[in-house]
C-alpha cells in the first residue's frame, strides 16, 4: 500500500542474531501492526500498538520484540530467542476501530 | 471450532465463471468483516469490507448473514486476473483484533 514502507524486502539471519525489520507509514495512522505469514497459512498476530509509547503483545510474541517511539515507525526486532524465523512479516496500520487495515509490502526472512 | 474458518479450495474455474466462497466465524459479537486478496508472495489488499445490509462493488458481491454467522463473496464473470487467494477478515469491536481467516485459493483457467 502507498503509504506504508517496509524495509529490507528480504533479510537473512545467522545463528544467534537479532534482526531488526523496519515499518515506517506517512498515514498518519494510529494504530500499526505486526503479522507473520508462513507459507500455505494464514496471517498471525506478532505485537500491535494503537499509540506511541504503548504496545501489545499479539498470539504469537515470544521471541520478537518491538517499540513504538515515534507515530511513523513500529520497528520489529526478531530476537536470537525465536527458533524458527523463517516467514513473511508483514505490517499493517489501521487508522480508527472497525476500519480496514492497509498492509506494507512485508519482508521475507530466512536462516543462513 | 476455529474463530474464522473458510472453504478449503482450491477453487478452479473458466473465464466467465461465477464463483462463491463462504466463511464462517464462531464469534456472535463480531462487528466488521472484510474480504483481502492476497497475490502469490505478496500482501493482502483490501477487496471490499461487508456491510449488514450486504454490497457490491463491479463484479462482487459480499453478503452477511449475522444469524448464521457467515458472510460470502461472489465473483461473476471471472477473469484471469482474479485468480488469488482471498481472505475473511473478522473484527470484534473493542479490545480486539482482525482475525484472518486460512484463505481460499482462487484459478481462473483460460
Known amino acids: 500500500d502507498g503509504g506504508i514502507t517496509q524495509s529490507p524486502k528480504y533479510l537473512f539471519r545467522k545463528e544467534g542474531q537479532n534482526v531488526t525489520l523496519s515499518c515506517e507509514q506517512n498515514?498518519?495512522?494510529?494504530?500499526m501492526y505486526w503479522y507473520r505469514q508462513d507459507p500455505g497459512q494464514g496471517l498471525r498476530l506478532i505485537y500491535y500498538?494503537?499509540?506511541?509509547?504503548?504496545?501489545q503483545k499479539g498470539d504469537i510474541a515470544e521471541g520478537y520484540s518491538v517499540s513504538r517511539e515515534k507515530k511513523e515507525s513500529f520497528p520489529l526486532t526478531v530476537t536470537s530467542a525465536q527458533k524458527n524465523p523463517t516467514a513473511f512479516y508483514l505490517c499493517a496500520t489501521q487508522d480508527r476501530l472497525n476500519q480496514p487495515q492497509h498492509f506494507g509490502d512485508g519482508t521475507r526472512l530466512s536462516i543462513l | 471450532r476455529k474463530e474464522v474458518e473458510q472453504d478449503p479450495g482450491p477453487f478452479n474455474v473458466p473465464e466467465g465463471a461465477t464463483v462463491a466462497f463462504n466463511c464462517t466465524y464462531s464469534n456472535s459479537a463480531s462487528q466488521s468483516f472484510f474480504w483481502y486478496r492476497q497475490d502469490c508472495r505478496k500482501e493482502p489488499k483490501l477487496l471490499m469490507s461487508?456491510?449488514?445490509s450486504g454490497n457490491e462493488d463491479g463484479r462482487f458481491t459480499a453478503q452477511l448473514n449475522r444469524a448464521s454467522q457467515y458472510i460470502s463473496l461472489l465473483i461473476r464473470d471471472s477473469k484471469l486476473s482474479d485468480s488469488a487467494t482471498y481472505l475473511c477478515?473478522?473484527?470484534?469491536?473493542?479490545?480486539?483484533?482482525?482475525?484472518f481467516g486460512p484463505g481460499t485459493r482462487l484459478s481462473v483457467l483460460p
Open positions: 500498538s494503537q499509540i506511541v509509547n504503548d504496545f
Open positions: 477478515v473478522v473484527n470484534l469491536f473493542v479490545g480486539q483484533n482482525f482475525v
Open positions: 461487508v456491510y449488514s
Open positions: 498515514l498518519n495512522h494510529d494504530a
